[in-house]
């Protein structure tokens, strides 16, 4: 089966650090990607790991270690604009389709 | 603004009615996607389409029929909808490759409510 599990949601102050973490457990994998959400917007993309390790771009930093099926985004300097959901995705092995998590609802506060 | 464009923005329709939906993209990508995305509920792929051609087809009931004319332009064809199809409906394009290549780029999204 595939499952992708993700906190529902988290709270961070201006300039804080957050990290929101992902599992999953997908019969193929191709990759992991992050996506970011506004209200009423279109989900833009923000990072893909094929291989383990981190991935730095700007504030915003993905971790992803395939043997324990897990990853993270990394937040820094948290501005108010960060507030969003960010969704977690998994290629399939065809490269066809991505599996998304439930999301992660971050609130950022002054 | 992603490139791709949906119409409309929002819908409404009654359970009788027959309505579609349009999805448009201008990055000159060779794959197409729609998803549903209800509350509380994960982003759900309905169908890709690569080079034109159906490649998923992840168990969606028959009153949802997509079309691809060409790898620009992608429809979703809707009839006697349910109340339970009230969601966002996404559309998203990709060109087809390795690695990061496989990014998709969403468009804003059709809000359709069935009453």
């Known amino acids: 089966g595939q499952n992708i599990d993700q906190p529902t949601e988290m709270t961070a102050t201006e300039g804080a650090i957050v990290q929101i973490n992902c599992t999953y457990q997908?019969?193929?994998?191709?990759?992991l990607f992050w996506y970011q959400q506004h209200a009423g917007e279109a989900p833009t993309f923000l990072s893909y790991?094929?291989?383990?390790g981190l991935e730095e771009k700007g504030r915003f930093s993905s971790f992803l270690s395939r043997s324990k099926g897990y990853s993270y985004l990394l937040l820094k300097e948290l501005q108010m604009k960060d507030s969003a959901s960010y969704l977690c995705a998994v290629l399939n092995q065809a490269g066809t389709a991505l599996i998304f998590g439930k999301g992660t609802t971050l609130s950022v506060s002054s | 603004e992603t490139g791709v464009t949906q119409t409309p923005r929002h819908l409404v329709m009654g359970m009788t009615n027959k309505k579609s939906l349009k999805c448009e993209q201008h990055l000159g990508h060779n794959a197409m996607y729609w998803y549903k995305q209800s509350a509380k509920k994960p982003l759900e792929l309905m169908f890709v389409?690569?080079?034109?051609?159906?490649?998923e087809n992840n168990s969606v009931p028959s009153r949802f029929s997509p079309e691809c004319p060409n790898s620009s332009h992608l429809f979703l064809h809707l009839h006697t909808l349910q109340p339970e199809d009230s969601a966002l409906y996404l559309c998203?394009?990709?060109?087809?490759?390795?690695?990061?290549?496989?990014?998709?780029?969403f468009g804003p999204g059709t809000r359709l409510t069935v009453t």
């Open positions: 389409y690569s080079l034109e051609e159906r490649v």
């Open positions: 790991n094929v291989l383990d």
């Open positions: 997908t019969s193929g994998f191709n990759g």
């Open positions: 998203a394009s990709s060109q087809d490759g390795s690695g990061s290549s496989y990014e998709q780029y």
